[in-house]
């Protein structure tokens, strides 16, 4: 069943990307054009233009990214800390395989928390949760990620040993199901979560859904700034916000409805 909703879950993430919806509008508008419907393609094609221009100016994105960004604004660590865990994200596998060195990507600030928090406790153990995300990776059985966050972690001077990588999850209820049997934490014990700002809201609630207690957010990787700062001439950025924005409201209300 888990496996059927995480397929589920990318091919409904694949269709509500906006450049899904941007091709198809295109290839309508020339299928109408050569089947003589030219109003019709002109329109679609118009539509077509007006997204477009409008993704490329207005950071639409960072408006819909930033009430899930502003739910958990306060970092409150308390002194005592028995584990840090991160989600995974944050690896660039493909560059990491071919460069034979660790890649990371715009989510790195997670990896760099979770080191600098296990700095500031030397005492705590730190859980890395997830492997490949990519539905082709599940679908086609391929190897599991190379260790990456752990390479990082170990060059900044982490003991290996307070590693624990749960290496099976694909998604973020399994992050919190899976990491919990790993860990089974006592009753008493305090964690903190370190994952992108916006992807927090829904990570507390699957957390707490799994049996995690005594979680503390600990936010990073923030996406939005100003409005009018935002404005000008950005479209590959602004797209990936405003994909980011889409997928994580829609994933935060099917997990809602799934009690995940």
């Known amino acids: 069943m888990d496996t059927l909703f995480f397929i589920i879950s990318k091919l409904v993430g694949l269709c509500l990307q906006v450049e899904t919806w941007l091709v198809v509008t295109l290839a309508l508008a020339a299928l109408t054009g050569f089947l003589g419907r030219k109003r019709l393609s002109a329109s679609l094609s118009a539509a077509a233009f007006?997204?477009?221009t409008l993704i490329s100016i207005f950071p639409i994105g960072e408006v819909l990214l930033a009430p899930l960004e502003a739910e958990y604004a306060n970092r409150n660590i308390p002194e005592q800390v028995n584990?840090?865990?991160?989600?995974?994200?944050?690896?660039?596998?493909?560059?990491?395989?071919?460069?034979?060195?660790?890649?990371?990507?715009?989510?790195?600030?997670?990896?760099?928390?979770?080191?600098?928090?296990?700095?500031?406790?030397?005492?705590?153990?730190?859980?890395?949760?997830?492997?490949?995300?990519?539905?082709l990776d599940t679908v086609s059985g391929r190897a599991p990620l190379p260790p990456i966050a752990i390479e990082v972690f170990s060059s900044l001077g982490i003991d290996p040993e307070r590693i624990i990588w749960e290496d099976q999850s694909r998604n973020t209820a399994e992050n919190a199901q899976l990491s919990f049997d790993l860990v089974q934490p006592a009753p008493g014990e305090i964690w903190v979560l370190v994952t992108s700002a916006f992807h927090m809201g829904r990570a507390m609630e699957s957390f707490?859904?799994?049996?995690?207690?005594?979680?503390?957010?600990?936010?990073?990787?923030?996406?939005?700034?100003?409005?009018?700062g935002g404005v000008g001439w950005d479209f590959s950025s602004n797209l990936e916000d405003l994909n980011t924005a889409i997928k994580e409201w829609v994933g935060r209300l099917a997990y809602r409805l799934t009690g995940r």
Do not use: M
């Open 83 to 135: 584990g840090i865990i991160v989600l995974g994200g944050a690896e660039s596998p493909r560059k990491t395989l071919r460069w034979n060195q660790p890649q990371l990507n715009d989510a790195s600030e997670r990896l760099i928390a979770t080191a600098s928090l296990a700095i500031a406790h030397p005492e705590s153990r730190i859980v890395y949760a997830g492997r490949s995300g990519r539905l």
């Open 50 to 52: 007006l997204a477009v």
């Open 208 to 228: 707490g859904a799994a049996g995690w207690r005594n979680v503390v957010p600990y936010p990073v990787d923030y996406r939005t700034g100003s409005f009018t």
